[in-house]
């Protein structure tokens, strides 16, 4: 089970190099996201999609709200 | 959506996977930057002026009162523990008996508002309640600014002119 983040954990951990993952539709992804976030929908989300996430490195996830 | 992608990642052998639970509508509420087609659009949060003169719980009606003059606004407001919006120190309070503690003279819980709330619905409801001003703060209750209608207005109005888009 993955860790939750607060607000500040996450920009915390940005600033030391992790990777931030909107997993929202590309269409939510291109008109709003944090800055230098990639967008993986959900629905998408497989070996070819994470292909150039760094797996050394931390990724966070996120979407819309905890809804 | 974002437990399952966190957990989705796992299985796909990544081992430090996090999940910012809050999501991108507790970033926008804390009046965060972000990128993207949005970017230009009005919020609450980019138009609240921020030099919003503030004190301590413990601090007297009589040092808010030097702040406020200096600052040109019309309150104070009373914040504890990194920002945390506990009341304000209005016209009235600030006139009162100067060696008052604020957390005595202060009208607590004031309204707030968050950053990205949709600016023209909230113009709105400030005309209609006659509020010139609201306290902006984040999730946590930490001040951001204080919106001026005025302010909010006048932005309004020029994108009006222009085009761009209010939310």
Known sequence: MANSLHRDGVRRLVAKGAQLVEVLPAAEYDEEHLPGAVNIPLKTLGTETIADLDRSRPVIVYCWDSL | ?167
Not at chain 2, 121 to 135: E, K, Q, S, T
């Open chain 2, 1 to 167: 959506m974002s437990p399952r992608a966190a957990c989705r990642l796992e299985t796909l052998g990544f081992t430090a996977v996090y999940d910012y639970t809050a999501g991108k509508a507790d970033w926008l509420a804390a009046g965060l930057p972000t990128e993207g087609t949005a970017t230009t659009t009005l919020r609450p949060g980019a138009l609240a002026r921020t030099d919003v003169p503030t004190c301590a719980p413990d601090e007297t009606v009589a040092i808010a009162r030097r702040r406020v003059a200096a600052s040109g606004e019309d309150r104070c407001v009373v914040t504890f523990g990194g920002g945390v919006v506990l009341g304000v120190l209005d016209q009235s309070a600030l006139a009162g008996d100067e060696d008052t503690p604020a957390v005595d003279a202060m009208r607590s819980g004031p309204a707030t508002v968050r950053a990205h709330e949709d600016l023209h619905a909230l113009v709105g409801r400030m005309r209609a309640r006659d509020v010139a001003a609201i306290l902006v703060t984040d999730p946590d209750g930490r001040l951001l600014g204080l919106l001026h209608r005025d302010d909010a207005d006048a932005a309004l109005a020029q994108a009006h002119q222009t085009g761009r888009q209010a939310r």
